[in-house]
C-alpha cells in the first residue's frame, strides 16, 4: 500500500488536474484547509500580479463523498483563470479565429536558469513555451493541495508539518527580507533563499536502510529536489555536519530513549527515529530577469537578450508552502506503507498497536 500522485497541465493552459491514490476510506477533508494552503502558496511579497488573479479553486471530480474520501481514487482540477488570456495561444486544439491574446508569437530566447532551452532541444520544440509551460511552477499548486490532503491523514498519527523561510537573498533576518525584495526589484534582478520544513510527532520507523531506495532521507531529498528553481537538501544539520567532530555531531541517547539534540533531523539509517524531523531546501535566485540575461536567438542563431515574461521577483515564501506540502506527502507516503490498511480505522489502529509494540513515548528510566 502505497500513496501515488500523478498531475497534469500548462501553467497558461485550461487547468491542473491531479490524481491521487492509495488513501484510505473514511479520511475527512477540509475544502477550506485546501483553500487556505492554496491561498498561502500565492502570498509572499514578491510574487507576480497572477497571484491575485488566480483563486486556484478545487473542483473534487471523484473520490470524495459528503467530504470523506471513498478508498478509489480523487482526482480534482484548478483552473487557471489566466488561461482567458491565453485561449488562442494555449489552445489545446487548433484554434479558430483571428490570432489573438497572449502566446501568438513563438519564444525563441530561451531564459538562462530556466527549462527553455534544455526542453526545446530534448523535445524538439521550435517554439520554447512548449517546453516553459510545464516546466513552470504553476504545476505546484496541484501539489499543494495533495499536501494538505497528506496533512489530514497524517494528522491521525498526531504529525505536523511546517514550512518557513530562514533565510531570502542571503539575509537571515526577515525585518530585511522586503528590502532585500524591493532592492532587487529596483534593479530587475530576482532572489533566492533558503526553507526550513519541521515535521513533530513523527512515529519512529518510518523509511527503511533495506534498499536505498526506501530510505526516506533519499525520499525527502527527491521530493524536493523536485521542486522548481531548488539546488540544495540538508537533512537536519546537513553541511554544517562535515565540518564537525563525531563527538560534536551525534545525539546521544538519554534514559527515555529521547535526545537533549537533534543534529540528525530526526533520521538515522534513512529511518525516523522519533525525533522532529527537520529538512531545508535552498531555492536559486528566479531565472526570468527583467534585466534580461544574455543568449541566442534559437530561429536566428544570433546572441540576443533572454525572454522577459511576467515573473516573480523571489518566491520563497511559496516555496516554503510548496516544500511543506512535499514533505508531507513524503512522510504520509511512507506512513501508509507502514501501516497500510483499507479504512482509516486500519490505519490508525495499526499505528497505535505499532506504538503500543515498542511502547512509545518511552517513560524515562523504562526496561525494554
Ligand atoms: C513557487 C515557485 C514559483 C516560481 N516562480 C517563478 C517565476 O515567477 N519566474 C521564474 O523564472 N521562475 C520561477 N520559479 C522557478 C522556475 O520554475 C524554475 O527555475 C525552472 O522551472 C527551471 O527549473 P530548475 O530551476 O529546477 O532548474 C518558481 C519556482 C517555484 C517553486
Do not use: C
Not at 146 to 173: C, D, F, I, M
Not at 199 to 205: K, M, N, S, Y
Amino acid at each position: 500500500m502505497t500513496l501515488r500522485l500523478a498531475t497534469a497541465g500548462e501553467s497558461h493552459g485550461p487547468a491542473l488536474v491531479a490524481i491521487l491514490t492509495g488513501l484510505p476510506a473514511g479520511l475527512e477533508l477540509d475544502r477550506a484547509a485546501i483553500e487556505r494552503d492554496l491561498a498561502r502558496r500565492r502570498e509572499g511579497y514578491g510574487r507576480s500580479p497572477r497571484q491575485q488573479l488566480e483563486r486556484d479553486e478545487v473542483e473534487v471530480l471523484a473520490g470524495l463523498r459528503h467530504g470523506a474520501t471513498l478508498g478509489t481514487p480523487l482526482a480534482f482540477v484548478i483552473r487557471n483563470r489566466d488561461h482567458a488570456n491565453w485561449a488562442w495561444g494555449m489552445s489545446p486544439w487548433p484554434p479558430e479565429g483571428e490570432a489573438s491574446g497572449k502566446g501568438t508569437s513563438a519564444v525563441t530566447l530561451p531564459r538562462p536558469g530556466h527549462a527553455d532551452l534544455a526542453g526545446a532541444l530534448k523535445f524538439g520544440h521550435d517554439d520554447v513555451r512548449n517546453a516553459l509551460e510545464r516546466a513552470s511552477a504553476r504545476q505546484t499548486a496541484a501539489h499543494v493541495a495533495a499536501g494538505t490532503v497528506a496533512k489530514a491523514l497524517l494528522a491521525h498519527l498526531g504529525t505536523t508539518v511546517a514550512g518557513s523561510v530562514r533565510e531570502l537573498g542571503g539575509q537571515t533576518s526577515a525585518e530585511d527580507w522586503e528590502r532585500a525584495t524591493d532592492e532587487a526589484r529596483a534593479d530587475r534582478d530576482t532572489l533566492g533563499g533558503i526553507v526550513e520544513v519541521v515535521a513533530e510527532g513523527v512515529p519512529p520507523g518510518l523509511g527503511s536502510y533495506a534498499a536505498k531506495e526506501d530510505r526516506l532521507d533519499a525520499r525527502l531529498a527527491a521530493a524536493l529536489m523536485g521542486v522548481q528553481a531548488v539546488k540544495g537538501v540538508e537533512v537536519g544539520e546537513g553541511f554544517a555536519l562535515a565540518r564537525l567532530r563525531g563527538s560534536q555531531a551525534h545525539d546521544e541517547i538519554e534514559p527515555g530513549l529521547t535526545r537533549e539534540t537533534n543534529r540528525a533531523g530526526g533520521l538515522e539509517g534513512g529511518v525516523t527515529n522519533g525525533n522532529p524531523l527537520v529538512v531545508r531546501a535552498a531555492m536559486k535566485p528566479l531565472p526570468t530577469l527583467m534585466r534580461p540575461l544574455r543568449s541566442v536567438d534559437l530561429a536566428s542563431g544570433e546572441p540576443a537578450d533572454a525572454l522577459v515574461e511576467r515573473s516573480d521577483v523571489q518566491a520563497v515564501e511559496a516555496l516554503a508552502v510548496v516544500a511543506e506540502a512535499a514533505v508531507a506527502w513524503e512522510l504520509a507516503r511512507a506512513a501508509r506503507e507502514k501501516f497500510g490498511g483499507d479504512a482509516l480505522g486500519d490505519f490508525v489502529g495499526a499505528h497505535r498497536a505499532y506504538l503500543e509494540r515498542i511502547r512509545w513515548p518511552r517513560a524515562r528510566g523504562s526496561v525494554r
